[in-house]
């Protein structure tokens, strides 16, 4: 619907926004009428999979899902530098059969986080309130790509038999690991970071690996107090990469860097 715009003591209507204005002494009083609960630039991105080449903007930001969504049929989900997404509990982005491609700035960065993380909320954000960041079998390895990209407050990144790639992404509040691979995956990266996490670091099912695979996430630096669970589990520390396997709980120093 095109917007129709007045002025005066009428109403300006646009699809998602009404803007009151009363002039008294010309300009005098502004206010917002949010419409539906929705702020100004709000997209809601309906439950269901995405099919066909798509760019979410900063411009429409954030971006709010309320279900999960996918990525399939050969699609493309692109992200624009200083974009924001909003996924509701439980919910998670999947890409499968097709490809993500998020690359923000260093100076802005791309966000995926909470819907209760924003400016005066009226509840705090916390870890586990949206699901995960999945990349199933299928994901298009030669175009999927996170690059300055910020995940937050949901419950971390799931890899199963895809390649992303991830450079400069930072994990943050998530519960559960920052990264749970299964053996067939092969994701790549530099300049990976952890932080307040339930787990910071990668975890990696017991089992036999029965093809070659390469792991070849590098990180920047990690601060963790936090003590794996798991059975097994790839613990970056600020100069080494060690892993970790109980029941005997063996470190070895893989990779000093």
Known sequence: MKPRIHQGNDTVWSTCVR???RTISGWGIVWLMIAAGLAWGQTVV???ALTADVTWTRAGSPYTLSGDVSIESGA????EPGTVVHL???VNLIVQNGALNASGLADDPIVLTSPFDIANSSQSPAPGDWGQLQFLPGTRAATTLLQNVQIKYGSGIDVQGAAPVFNHLRILQNAGPAIQLDLAASPSGRGLSASGNVLNGIKIPAGTITKNVRWGLWWGFLISSKKASSRSVWRPCNSCLRCSISPRMRQDKYKSF
């Open 19 to 21: 803007i009151g204005l």
């Open 76 to 79: 493309t989900l692109r992200l």
């Open 88 to 90: 509701g509990d439980g």
């Open 46 to 48: 309906p439950p269901g």
